[in-house]
């Protein structure tokens, strides 16, 4: 009896981490879709620019330069813009592979498996809502400042204070209005809304011109001098600390993936858009903050509106008011795109059976998910009504990095697996009858005669070698060639994260006895360093599967590693309380899940019994509670997980293609 129980319990626990790790099958038509392809290249790049140039530049850059870097907010916002970056060329990768709405999300489906997705879907809808919570608490708190503190006050005097830590001193009857009334008007429909955010976006890059010309003109070099605390007063730990919240000032070029299922012509758009839209943000970011912290000292600068605050005290009121309109035009692009990416998400996860089916319709009058609309305006109105801004920000950050981190890692995966693994290969055209097809056909020549530079024969040989040894490491071949391939590969991504992980908790921790070289600090910081480096080279060493890809991040694995150790490098910087909400939210996600995502998962449908729920070699096995042996009275053979995952087989079960297709036929006799 107790091996019976041991035999069940082994069966589901095997059906359940089969569920777990299957992966998303891509339509062969991938530009089919319920949504309206309208987006051209210019509007995702408003899009993005919009997005990303809002709360950041007009809040964070007086928060940081006051509280964490100084003048050294230079760097941070470098130093964050770099790794953005590196996350950036993984995401346009991606957005040419795999053109549908949900972003990370449906990168890690398609690459990791189903649990990891949800993770990642779980926790960019919080990434987006808590964007939207904070750019609503901003905007209000700029109106608030404009009118002299007398919202604010008012608010105090009828409602009373909030007296709770991590919470505002007040609840923000404004900002839970403005969620409400932004997300009212993303109803319209999605061109409706690229045209508006358009004109902000435009109004809002026209008043950073403004800023950094006018802040040039009356900049003062005493400023960054050592009377004035110096560039960097509060040292490199502080521009890595401003680097982390400067982080939460690039997050929205996500939202021009997400938006990959509006795009007329995706696998050009998307990458261009990303490339763009980052790098003119980054490098206003960075010529703004230079601006600010050269026309006033540090001390002197208004963490709540930096800007107006300082031209203010240039006596330039003219440029006070025209910066504060700049300023809510740029922080309601970033709302709109908070609010534009929100309900996609959901409406990509509940289209795979992983959120409540009400989630996954569309009206089919304006082609916008409606209902997750009201939902993301609601809970979004919420979180703003009574979370200060910092707080939100900081929770905020933690899951984009980690979606950051694990696009990166799947990018890896996908580069060194075989074709047939990844189900498909995508070649994106425009869809044909558009209204500006014509303004598209140069990008789609541009692209096909990109894709015509390899011969089909270099491309079945490309296929073929995909996530197999290189000739010049064959020597390898018995350490490394008994595996399936491209698993060696996933096996070293998931130690590098780990390892990546240990480096940076080691950098924190133990930061004092490696700049004193203390002999033991030394030793284990090498050895990790060194394991590190042998995850990266043992996947260097295999081919890679570049074929269909439009788009390709360059010198991959390293970049993408590099932007894995980044990524994890600033999580391990966030607050502790930080982390332990983070693990709450993660928790809620899990009783989702399991409750109803791994039962109503849409590719669970296409198993309509359990042994196709199992792995090839598992197929076969005898189902549990039979006593019937295996067809030609052979022993099943048993896997460990571990082998499942690596592809490693056991010497007994190799067999024939024959001999497998004759048992298998005797079996169904």
């Not at 890896?412 to 990844?422: A, D």
Request: with cysteine; glycine share 8%; aromatic share 10%.
């Amino acid at each position: 009896m107790p091996s019976s129980r041991r035999a069940i319990l082994r069966h589901i626990l095997s059906g359940i981490c089969t569920k777990m790790n299957r992966t998303k099958s891509v339509p062969t038509d991938v530009m089919e879709t319920p949504l309206n392809r309208c987006l051209n290249t210019f509007d995702i790049a408003l899009l993005g620019i919009g997005h990303m140039v809002g709360a950041g530049i007009y809040v964070l850059t007086g928060t940081v330069a006051k509280e964490m870097a100084g003048p050294g907010i230079i760097l941070s916002f470098i130093l964050a813009g770099f790794i953005s970056m590196l996350a950036a060329l993984c995401y346009a990768e991606f957005g040419t592979r795999v053109p549908k709405a949900g972003s990370a999300y449906v990168y890690t489906y398609i690459s990791m498996g189903e649990f990891w997705a949800f993770v990642i879907g779980w926790n960019i809808l919080l990434e987006h809502m808590l964007g939207a919570a904070s750019v609503a608490r901003a905007w209000s708190g700029y109106v608030d400042s404009m009118l002299g503190g007398w919202i604010g006050n008012t608010t105090l005097e009828l409602t009373g204070g909030i007296h709770e830590p991590g919470l505002a001193q007040y609840p923000d009857i404004l900002a839970f209005l403005v969620c409400i009334v932004y997300a009212a008007a993303l109803a319209g429909g999605v061109k409706a809304t690229a045209v508006f955010n358009s004109l902000l976006t435009l109004v809002n890059i026209a008043v950073m011109v403004l800023v950094i010309s006018v802040g040039f003109w009356y900049a003062d070099g005493k400023n960054w001098s050592e009377a004035e605390g110096g560039f960097l007063p509060y040292g490199i730990g502080g521009v890595i600390a401003g680097a982390a919240t400067c982080f939460y000032a690039f997050v929205g070029f996500d939202s021009i993936a997400t938006s990959g299922e509006e795009a007329k012509n995706p696998s050009v758009s998307i990458p261009v858009a990303t490339v763009i839209s980052l790098f003119v943000v980054t490098v206003g970011y960075i010529l703004v903050s230079a601006a600010l912290t050269l026309m006033i000292p540090i001390s002197e600068i208004n963490p709540a509106a930096s800007l107006p605050e300082a031209f203010g005290q240039l006596n330039l009121s003219w440029a006070k008011y025209l910066i504060s309109i700049g300023a809510l035009c740029g922080m309601t692009t970033t709302l709109l795109g908070s609010l534009f990416a929100l309900p996609r998400c959901m409406y990509a996860m509940a289209s795979d059976g992983l959120l409540f089916s009400c989630f996954g319709k569309i009206n089919p009058t304006t082609q916008v998910p409606l209902l997750n609309l009201v939902v993301s305006g609601v809970m979004s109105a919420c979180l703003a009504l009574v979370f200060d801004l910092a707080k939100l920000v900081e929770f905020m950050s933690i899951g984009t990095l980690l979606a950051y981190t694990i696009v990166s890692a799947s990018v890896i995966i996908l580069r060194y697996r075989p074709m047939e693994r990844i189900h498909t290969t995508i070649r994106v055209p425009a869809v044909a009858g558009s209204p500006d097809d014509d303004d598209d056909d140069d990008e789609d020549e541009a692209s096909q005669s990109s894709m015509d530079t390899s011969s089909p024969t270099s491309e079945m040989i490309e296929e073929v070698l995909a996530g197999g040894l290189k000739a010049q490491f064959r020597c390898l071949e018995p350490l490394l060639g008994r595996f399936e391939p491209g698993s060696v590969v996933s096996v070293a991504v998931m130690l590098f994260i780990f390892l990546s992980f240990a480096i940076c908790v080691e950098l924190k921790v133990s930061w004092t006895q490696l700049y004193t070289g203390t002999w033991w600090a030394l030793i284990i910081y090498g050895f990790i360093i060194f394991a590190a480096s042998t995850c990266v080279a043992v996947i260097a060493v295999h081919n890679q599967n570049t074929r269909g890809l439009i788009f390709k991040v360059p010198l991959v694995p390293f970049v993408p590693a590099l932007g894995i150790f980044c990524n994890i490098l600033l999580m391990v910087h966030l607050d502790a309380v930080t982390w332990v909400r983070f693990f709450v939210w993660v928790c809620i996600g899990m009783v989702v899940y399991f409750l109803y995502g791994i039962r109503n998962s849409k590719e669970g449908e296409v198993c309509s019994s359990y042994s196709i729920l199992m792995t090839t070699s598992e197929a076969g096995k005898v189902p549990w509670g039979s006593f019937k042996a295996t067809p030609g009275g052979k022993k099943s053979s048993k896997h460990t997980i571990f082998e499942r995952f690596t592809g490693r087989s056991k010497p007994e079960d190799k067999k024939s293609i024959v001999e497998e297709s004759e048992n298998e036929t005797s079996g169904y006799s």
